[in-house]
């Protein structure tokens, strides 16, 4: 089992930098970690993910060149440092994580375990 527990959630304006945390616990080895997010009224989508299988990190079209994810593996946490916010990357984020292979790291599906979510909320 994974536990996944986000912060940095909040309200900005469009412009505007926050970053998100998500503290990993339990049995956190050989696992990726990511993040999807929600509006209102849509599907969760997929925003990044840190592979641990390839070292490789994806990030969604929408966000490219605007959010990093990092990890930081001695402290079993992953960041998101999302710059130049816009409004229409109000939702709720959410840290996701799995053991393991997998492909499809887009779908949320794909993936295991979840944290409860945090609000993000940018102005115009």
């Known amino acids: 089992q994974v536990q996944l527990v986000e912060s940095g959630g909040g309200s900005v304006q469009a412009g505007g930098s926050l970053r998100l945390s998500c503290a990993a616990s339990?049995?956190?080895?050989?696992?990726?970690l990511g993040w999807f997010r929600q509006a209102p009224g849509k599907d969760r989508e997929f925003v990044a993910v840190d592979t641990w299988s390839s070292g490789r990190t994806y990030y969604a079209d929408s966000v490219k060149g605007r959010f990093t994810t990092s990890r930081d593996n001695a402290k079993n946490t992953v960041y998101l440092q999302m710059n130049s916010l816009k409004p229409e990357d109000t939702a709720v984020y959410y840290c996701?994580?799995?053991?393991?292979?997998?492909?499809?790291?887009?779908?949320?599906?794909?993936?295991?375990?979840w944290g409860q979510g945090t609000q993000v909320t940018v102005s115009s």
């Open positions: 339990g049995r956190t080895f050989s696992t990726s």
């Open positions: 996701v994580a799995v053991r393991g292979y997998y492909s499809n790291y887009d779908r949320p599906e794909s993936y295991d375990y």
